[in-house]
């Protein structure tokens, strides 16, 4: 999936992260007596979760091995301890 504007991630956000997130059953009702329970129902959320974005290359330097073609269109560099250090908090 690839979401190219803020209405296409609210959207996803609201559709897909959240449902996936929040404890149901599997007729979709709300699992009562499970507040903070993932949708596994065994892990527990502790605290604020967070989304990070993280923007990478295709590359040619990356090799998809290939019982993998069918299902992944292709592949991005691997993330370096690079992106770390360059990275800049705002406040």
Same mark, same amino acid.
């Given at each position: 999936?690839?979401?190219? @504007? #803020? ?16 404890a #149901? ?16 129902? $065994? ?6 979760g967070?989304?990070r *974005?993280?923007?990478?290359?295709? @590359?040619?330097?990356?090799?998809? $091995?290939?019982?993998?073609? *069918?299902?992944? /269109?292709?592949?991005? /560099? /691997?993330?370096?301890?690079?992106? $770390?250090?360059?990275? $800049?908090? @705002?406040?």
């Amino acid at each position: 999936m690839s979401i190219r @504007s #803020s209405e296409e991630f609210w959207n996803w956000s609201r559709n897909y992260l959240a449902t996936a997130l929040l404890a #149901s059953w599997y007729d979709g009702n709300p699992a009562y007596g499970m507040r903070a329970y993932l949708n596994d129902k $065994v892990s527990r959320s502790m605290g604020i979760g967070t989304i990070r *974005q993280l923007r990478t290359k295709k @590359s040619a330097k990356c090799i998809m $091995v290939e019982q993998f073609d *069918q299902f992944i /269109e292709g592949c991005q /560099e /691997e993330l370096t301890s690079e992106w $770390v250090l360059r990275m $800049v908090w @705002s406040s």
